[in-house]
């Protein structure tokens, strides 16, 4: 039940869905009407340090707020779109209060949502509670990343976050595939296969 003076709607978006390693990172956030935040948008239209700085802001001021993902091997399993859906989900439960409804962006909805929903497409241009959630889960995924690039520097995660740039593939093509590339899509699928080809000829 609702004790709020405010529906309770949550925005959910995800960040990752373009990168050949990593998870999908997803964030749910139901933003509180009397704590407003100046200079949220689209993640990607802003600079990494307005990112980070916002996302903070959000965390502090937000009525609640999750973040949630589907790793490497999920997407592997599920393909890219239904673990973006099925992060979203995550984040949305995860939530410390139960949002009455969850704008999400895109043309999908996630199944099992315990609420209504609607998705909205470019919803982080239009809806700020989408907006919000699309900065903490693109904060969030480039911080994981720089995490990874410790633990596997040759693929210099840090500058390219993963992204198929050229020199991610070149650098697939020098050192292999290690375990959080994503083995379903096309660049990584071809360096296994051309791997293979080395080890039986």
Request: proline share 5%.
């Amino acid at each position: 039940m609702n004790t709020y003076a405010f529906p309770l709607i949550c925005g959910a978006d995800e960040a990752g869905r373009g990168p050949i390693a990593g998870p999908v990172v997803a964030a749910a956030v139901i933003l509180h009407p009397d704590h407003p935040i100046e200079g949220i948008n689209d993640s990607k239209k802003l600079s990494e340090k307005k990112r980070n700085a916002l996302s903070e802001e959000i965390k502090q001021h937000a009525l609640a707020w999750a973040i949630a993902q589907c790793d490497a091997d999920e997407i592997d399993e599920l393909n890219i779109l239904h673990a973006s859906l099925l992060a979203m989900k995550r984040a949305v439960e995860a939530l410390s209060v139960q949002p009455e409804k969850a704008l999400i962006d895109g043309n999908r909805i996630p199944v099992g949502l315990a609420m209504p929903a609607e998705a909205i497409i470019g919803g982080d241009a239009h809806e700020q509670c989408i907006a919000a959630a699309s900065i903490l889960a693109k904060v969030e995924r480039d911080r994981q990343m720089l995490e990874w690039h410790e633990q596997y520097p040759q693929y210099n995660f840090k500058q390219h976050k993963a992204y198929p740039t050229k020199q991610h593939l070149e650098l697939i093509q020098e050192h292999g595939v290690c375990k959080i590339h994503r083995k379903s899509f096309a660049p990584v699928k071809r360096q296994l296969e051309r791997d293979m080809g080395e080890v039986t000829s």
